[in-house]
């Protein structure tokens, strides 16, 4: 059987060349890291995370991440397998020790008798690679982006990706700090203090909005001036400049938390999450930024508690690029012009680890199913991953092709509910709504895997 072509060792394109080998298929995967880094990367693991260690939401019946997170484990998900060993407190979050996991993706992919990894950078695709899949994620090399544009007929859509600062946890003063989970929600093994959470009274929190919007910013690149932000992850100066309240509405809301020192709710809270397995280093959370290096140490500095922090990385934006998918991709990832072309991830236009990961899965097994000579139907649209790949493929969801933007996975996706959930009301309402979307949902994809088996 001939090789299949995975370009790309992110989270996509460990999933799909995964999905393929345990398929049966051999492939080579293509990683251009360490020969050629890129400028968010610091290894040449596979699946290294950049931005936040965070999985999102691990509760699959509250959170339509948290039921992809559960599909992707039924379909054997690597990234599932090796985020468990790799957990770190994070409420009823899955976070993981970002070293860890991607040491453990790495390995996992050398050892497997069915995958080669090649070290080097493939800036187009050659003729007799007749199944490729591109899984090259928001840094896409230029040569190889040159050979998409030109395959595409089209320009690349592009937005801003942005990176939080981590500290180090001896750093953090816990005078002033606790630790606390909102409304004390557990998370896995009973955990109910997985954040550190530094508190702002009113003067403060104003002083510390101002001092974002007066700090000088890193300067964009001429072509990327128009290039916009991803709404879910904005960096902090935008939010504050969308007005004084909108950083306590949003990563600084302090709802669900006390101040154990005066027993009450803070007028504003920045929270920190564990970022590795020895609880050494912490993530700011929501706290993405394109501040200058000088000005983020100076302002982070001012927030209770982290007046003496130490930083082990600062917060940074890249360029992320993305192809309009349902105008270019088939039901099947293919682009229609050169069915042979795969994509994968976060260059289909999904937003999130988590995501990404899905449609690299669902691309190796398409391709899989095709080297076999066997056809694969999608998953069903009432599944977390249907319904993903039908905002990537279809766009019939969002809107269409012209108005396609970056999407991460959510019950708004999904088709309603029939018959319609439980007659209650307010909250609870929408609890058993979301509770009976993922039932249906991991029927219809134990349903799905099983006609794939037949």
Known sequence: MKDVHVIGAGLA?????????EAGAPVVLHEMR???????????????????????SDDQTANAVGLLHEEMRR?????????????????????????????AVTAKLEAHPLIRIAREEV??????????????????????????????????????????????????????????????????????AAYVNCPMEKAQYDAFVQALLDAPKAEFRDWEKDTPYFEGCLPIEVMAERGVETLRHGPMKPVGLRDPRTGKRPWAVVQLRQDNTLGTLFNIVGFQTKLKHGAQQEI???????????????????????????ALLDGALRLKTAPRLRFAGQITGVEGYVESAAMGILAGRFAAAE????FLAPPPITTALGALLAH??????????????????????????DP???????????????????????????????????
């Open 13 to 21: 394109g460990s999933e799909a060349a995964w999905a393929l080998a």
């Open 34 to 56: 360490p020969v050629q880094m890129t400028p968010a990367h610091k290894t040449g693991l596979c699946a290294e995370l950049v931005c936040s260690n965070s999985f999102r």
């Open 75 to 103: 379909l054997g998900s690597l990234v599932m397998a090796c985020a468990e060993p790799a957990q770190v407190p994070a409420g009823a979050a899955l976070a993981v020790d970002r070293d860890m996991f991607a040491a």
């Open 123 to 192: 800036a187009a695709p050659p003729d007799d690679w007749d199944s490729v899949i591109i899984a090259t994620g928001p840094l896409t090399s230029d040569a190889l982006a040159e050979t998409i544009r030109g395959q595409t007929d089209a320009a690349a859509l592009a937005f801003f990706d942005a990176i939080a600062p981590i500290v180090h946890a001896d750093s953090i003063d816990f005078s002033i700090a606790w630790r606390q989970s909102r409304y004390d929600k557990e998370g896995p093994g009973g955990d109910k």
């Open 300 to 326: 982070f500095r001012t927030i209770p508690g982290l007046e003496s922090a130490v930083f082990a990385r600062l917060g940074g934006v890249h360029r992320n690029t993305f192809i309009n998918a349902p």
């Open 371 to 374: 080297r076999a000579g066997r």
């Open 392 to 417: 990537v493929t279809g766009g019939h969801l969002n809107g269409g092709a012209q108005t396609y933007q970056p999407m991460n996975v959510n019950f708004g996706l999904f088709p309603p509910i």
């Open 420 to 454: 319609p959930a439980p007659p209650v009301r307010g909250k609870d309402r929408a609890r058993a709504r979301k509770a009976a979307l993922a039932a249906r949902a991991l029927r219809d994809l134990d349903a799905w895997r099983s006609a794939e088996r037949a």
